[in-house]
């Protein structure tokens, strides 16, 4: 069997190495082709990944960069259609719900190739964000569909998807609850993250208490406004409670920072308010996430992996497609309002009663979504027919 994954974000390249790590240990022949779009360029966000996560260099890299959603997808269709017709995959496998995973699925549905879609189902129910459209469109031309949730499963159902609709095509695909390939990782590397890395004597972490935070949405980071009143809520959690804000810095939210952000924070900033760092890598949020007393974040991922390391969540985001995290109570959704920002860190704030049921799997998602593309694979499924 021949998968072709495509990557192209730091999250996907995360989730990827979950399933490339299940691949070494799979009982059967299975070759692997890896396209990075090049949607994520800068080596913090990108590399860094790669080589800690030790996933196999890409066989491809599009080197697509930034650009306005129209012009980077239209560049992603034109490489991956490329590639597509030379691999010929049995299956085309994305993640999540960047432009990356928009234009793979465009390209390979048109060339029907059979579309495997994880972290399926996932729904903000906000159309204003450029990644609602993208998972949703991803979601309805795939053939097999692996949500991580059974939220993120019943909202497939909602839509029209059957249960076992075999065979499984374009037409009549396959939705499977498989469990978090996040999940997958941070069970995998939470008992060594701290001896592969420095960040917690680079920072002087010691056993002082500390909020971890971040932030890099669009609408976060380009409006004044919202941006302002985020760092201004920020600044005084952090002078009133003695808690050090650890902020590892998107490159978007440090660019519109010089930008955007009041002189008058900026001043209180330098004061040592809000602790920046460069982007963390993924073993160094496991290990800041694992010490952290709370999570601050507009992060999806982020916002998970505060749950898998039991700690309270303040979401600045509108809404979440992680409601199990809200309805579970260790979890808040505050938008950019300073109100609700300050009574949920008053709430969690040495909150001793919170409790963080299993929602995400057993640890072995990759697994299943191998055993499920090769059982799967049209050829199979062909042979079976005749």
Same mark, same amino acid.
């Given at each position: 069997?021949?998968?072709?994954?495509?990557?192209? %974000?730091?999250?996907?390249?995360?989730?990827?190495?979950?399933?490339?790590?299940?691949?070494?240990?799979?009982?059967?022949?299975?070759?692997?082709?890896?396209?990075?779009?090049?949607?994520?360029?800068?080596?913090?966000?990108?590399?860094?990944?790669?080589?800690?996560?030790?996933?196999?260099?890409?066989?491809?890299?599009?080197?697509?960069?930034?650009?306005?959603?129209?012009?980077?997808?239209?560049?992603?269709?034109?490489?991956?259609?490329?590639? +597509?017709?030379?691999?010929?995959?049995?299956?085309?496998?994305?993640?999540?719900?960047?432009?990356?995973?928009?234009? &793979?699925?465009? %390209?390979?549905?048109?060339?029907?190739?059979?579309?495997?879609?994880?972290?399926?189902?996932?729904?903000?129910?906000?159309?204003?964000?450029?990644?609602?459209?993208?998972?949703?469109?991803?979601?309805?031309?795939?053939?097999?569909?692996?949500?991580?949730?059974?939220?993120?499963?019943?909202?497939? /159902?909602?839509?029209?998807?059957?249960?076992?609709?075999?065979?499984?095509? &374009?037409?009549?695909?396959?939705?499977?609850?498989?469990?978090?390939?996040?999940?997958?990782?941070?069970?995998?590397? %939470?008992?060594? %993250?701290?001896?592969?890395?420095?960040?917690?004597?680079?920072?002087? /972490?010691?056993?002082?208490?500390?909020?971890?935070?971040?932030?890099?949405?669009?609408?976060?980071?380009?409006?004044?406004?919202?941006?302002? $009143?985020?760092?201004?809520? +920020?600044?005084? $959690?952090?002078?009133?409670?003695?808690?050090?804000?650890? +902020?590892?810095?998107?490159?978007?939210?440090?660019?519109?920072?010089?930008?955007?952000?009041?002189?008058?924070?900026?001043?209180?900033?330098?004061?040592?308010?809000?602790?920046?760092?460069?982007?963390?890598?993924?073993?160094?949020?496991?290990?800041?996430?694992?010490?952290?007393?709370?999570?601050?974040?507009?992060?999806?991922?982020?916002?998970?992996?505060?749950?898998?390391?039991?700690?309270?969540? $303040?979401?600045?985001?509108?809404?979440?497609?992680?409601?199990?995290?809200?309805?579970?109570?260790?979890?808040?959704?505050?938008?950019?309002?300073?109100?609700?920002?300050?009574? &949920?860190?008053?709430?969690?704030?040495?909150?001793?009663?919170?409790?963080?049921?299993?929602?995400?799997?057993?640890?072995?998602?990759?697994?299943?979504?191998?055993?499920?593309?090769?059982?799967?694979?049209?050829?199979?499924?062909?042979?079976?027919?005749?």
């Amino acid at each position: 069997m021949k998968l072709l994954t495509v990557i192209g %974000a730091r999250p996907q390249i995360i989730k990827a190495a979950a399933l490339s790590r299940a691949l070494r240990s799979f009982s059967e022949p299975v070759k692997e082709i890896i396209v990075h779009t090049g949607q994520h360029y800068d080596p913090n966000m990108s590399e860094v990944f790669i080589n800690e996560l030790e996933i196999p260099r890409p066989d491809y890299n599009l080197g697509v960069g930034s650009g306005n959603h129209g012009q980077q997808t239209a560049a992603m269709i034109v490489g991956l259609e490329e590639i +597509l017709l030379k691999e010929n995959p049995d299956w085309l496998v994305v993640y999540g719900d960047t432009n990356s995973t928009l234009a &793979a699925a465009i %390209a390979g549905s048109k060339l029907q190739i059979p579309v495997a879609h994880i972290e399926a189902g996932l729904r903000s129910f906000n159309k204003t964000m450029p990644e609602e459209i993208n998972r949703i469109l991803c979601d309805h031309v795939s053939t097999l569909l692996f949500s991580p949730t059974p939220t993120g499963y019943n909202n497939l /159902l909602k839509e029209g998807f059957k249960k076992n609709a075999m065979p499984f095509s &374009a037409d009549h695909p396959g939705i499977f609850l498989c469990g978090d390939l996040m999940f997958d990782n941070s069970v995998y590397y %939470a008992g060594t %993250a701290r001896q592969k890395t420095d960040i917690y004597e680079r920072l002087s /972490l010691g056993k002082a208490k500390f909020i971890l935070t971040t932030i890099h949405r669009n609408n976060n980071t380009d409006e004044p406004q919202r941006l302002n $009143i985020l760092f201004r809520s +920020l600044l005084e $959690i952090a002078e009133t409670s003695g808690l050090r804000i650890i +902020l590892p810095l998107h490159p978007r939210t440090k660019k519109m920072l010089e930008q955007n952000l009041d002189p008058e924070l900026k001043s209180r900033m330098e004061n040592g308010g809000i602790e920046i760092t460069e982007p963390a890598s993924f073993l160094e949020m496991i290990v800041l996430e694992q010490e952290a007393q709370m999570v601050i974040t507009d992060s999806g991922g982020v916002q998970k992996e505060a749950y898998f390391f039991k700690k309270p969540c $303040i979401i600045l985001r509108p809404e979440t497609e992680w409601v199990e995290l809200v309805e579970n109570g260790s979890a808040r959704v505050c938008d950019a309002d300073p109100v609700r920002i300050k009574d &949920a860190f008053n709430y969690f704030n040495g909150n001793k009663t919170l409790q963080y049921p299993a929602v995400f799997g057993n640890g072995h998602a990759a697994t299943f979504i191998l055993e499920q593309l090769w059982s799967n694979r049209p050829h199979a499924i062909t042979s079976a027919v005749l």
